[in-house]
């Protein structure tokens, strides 16, 4: 099961900043918190990660709460082509003599409107 | 970025056939490859990991038999629906793990629709 909850939908006006959340208070300390989105019937891509500290990229801002039991993606200027499925992952680590997974939950459809 | 291609984009079979889907990372060293299945409006399901030379993990649920994976180098694993059934279309995203661009973490395919008639 994922162990992250989203908002199953998101409205965004084309310019503005979009801020998704996401709750992970069951995160361990050693656990990354993980962004990917999925446009409409295609893989999805890789957005941004991080630990505790807040993280920028080309992409987006995440910002993680102090204690770690949320974060926020942050698009500063949403296009039309932002419009896709968000999805908010914990990484789980790798067991022993296992591999690293993601468990992707539901996601947020973010829709960009013009 | 890291770049992982899919191979067909779309396949159509009939009831009892096998096809057979590829995953390439075409610029970075795949240490591990995963597949995952997507039905229509929900999320992605893992299906099995791959790790270079060794047999695959399926998850629980996922039959060894009918989803026959194959990891032959660093840059390539192939996954095989066998006596495919309609019940199997779905679309089919591979995703590959490791060090490119200076961030470890995986990178996905653009998927494979497969719909069996």
């Known amino acids: 099961d994922a162990k992250t909850t989203q908002p199953p939908s998101m409205d965004c006006a084309e310019g503005r900043a979009a801020n998704l959340p996401c709750n992970h208070s069951?995160?361990?300390?050693?656990?990354?918190v993980y962004w990917y989105r999925q446009i409409h019937s295609q893989g999805p891509q890789y957005i941004i990660h991080?630990?505790?500290n807040n993280e920028t990229n080309e992409m987006a801002s995440l910002i993680i709460t102090e204690d770690r039991k949320s974060s926020t993606l942050i698009l500063p200027h949403a296009t039309l082509r932002d419009t896709a499925v968000y999805y908010c992952?914990?990484?789980?680590?790798?067991?022993?003599?296992?591999?690293?997974?993601?468990?992707f939950g539901k996601g947020t459809k973010l829709t960009v409107n013009p | 970025g890291a770049v992982v291609s899919q191979h067909p984009s779309r396949v159509i079979c009939k009831s009892g056939t096998s096809v057979k889907i590829e995953c390439r990372s075409l610029?970075?060293?795949?240490?591990?490859m995963f597949w995952y299945r997507q039905f229509p409006k929900k999320s992605l399901m893992l299906m099995a990991t791959?790790?270079?030379?060794?047999?695959?993990?399926?998850e629980q649920g996922v039959e060894k038999d009918k989803f026959l994976i194959n990891h032959a180098s660093l840059t390539l694993s192939t996954l095989t629906v066998t006596s495919a059934h309609p019940e199997d279309s779905s679309f089919y995203i591979c995703?590959?793990?490791?060090?490119?661009?200076?961030?470890?973490?995986?990178?996905f395919g653009p998927g494979t629709r497969l719909t069996v008639l």
């Open positions: 995703s590959a793990s490791g060090l490119a661009g200076g961030r470890d973490t995986q990178y």
């Open positions: 791959s790790n270079e030379g060794s047999k695959a993990t399926y």
């Open positions: 992952i914990v990484r789980v680590l790798p067991t022993q003599g296992g591999s690293e997974k993601l468990v």
């Open positions: 991080g630990l505790k």
């Open positions: 069951t995160i361990s300390g050693n656990e990354y």
């Open positions: 610029d970075f060293q795949a240490t591990t």
